[in-house]
């Protein structure tokens, strides 16, 4: 049997950023006093999930750096950056967005 490939590993991964978005959304509207347990907690992830997905698009997020294919530090520096990128750009943009 052979192991698994390293693109086999970005399914598990990304699917672990979303779901800490997702807890991020549950722990912010609880703090709120808002439901956790429905679908509005997946629209309040929604834009951070977007922001997340292009930045990681855009930092090399799901290449070779990321599938550790050139090491465990190069894996961290990605994921470092597209989580430095991704989240503080879209709390600027929702500010942005709903400025009264």
Known sequence: ???PSPSSKLGPLASGDVFCLLLFS?????????PVLDAE???TADPFIAGWLLSAYLLG?????AKGRNGVGSVIITV???WA???PVTFNSLILLFQE
Do not use: C, E, N, Y
Request: aromatic content about 12%; glycine content about 20%; proline content about 4%.
């Open 80 to 82: 470092a950056k597209s």
């Open 1 to 3: 049997m052979r192991p």
């Open 26 to 34: 549950a722990i912010g509207r609880f703090s709120h006093g808002l």
């Open 85 to 87: 990128v991704g989240i």
């Open 41 to 43: 907690t997946f629209k």
């Open 61 to 65: 997020g799901f290449g070779d750096d």
